[in-house]
């Protein structure tokens, strides 16, 4: 599985993040080799099944954790699993989004969240490939 964490700032306490980890080739085809997706008010990890080693959400009511508007919040979620062949020259990209129309209802219905993803530095986002020789 791989891992997305977004350390970001968003101006709405709950909106939905869609990731699309990409294999872009050297003349720009990109393929898609993994997808996830999550609420942020699902934010919170916790341990469901100890035989995962993937950030676990309840999505229960009781665990939603409202993001804080002008605050920069981490967002950790695993992707779909999945096996892939990256060949030399191609890059890996992660596409990141707040709607997939057709698929999944807006979050939130109205307006556009706007986002502040923090790249580089001490609280920089990240994930986590796992790699095999």
Not at 11 to 32: M, N, R, T
Not at 46 to 69: E, G, K, N, R, T
Not at 93 to 98: D, F, N, P, S, V
């Amino acid at each position: 599985w791989p891992v997305i964490t977004l350390q970001m700032d968003s101006s709405e306490p709950d909106c939905a993040i869609f990731v699309y980890l990409e294999d872009v080739f050297p003349d720009g085809k990109i393929v898609c080799i993994s997808e996830g997706m999550l609420r942020s008010i699902h934010r919170k990890n916790q341990v469901i099944d100890p035989h995962l080693p993937i950030p676990q959400h309840s999505f229960c009511q009781a665990d939603a954790w409202p993001l804080v508007p002008g605050q920069i919040e981490e967002v950790t979620f695993a992707l779909l699993p999945t096996a892939a062949l990256i060949k030399r020259g191609h890059r890996i990209r992660a596409a990141i989004a707040g709607r997939d129309t057709g698929n999944f209802p807006a979050i939130p219905v109205s307006g556009t969240p706007v986002w502040k993803i923090q790249h580089g530095g001490e609280l920089a986002s990240s994930i986590l490939l796992p790699i095999l020789p």
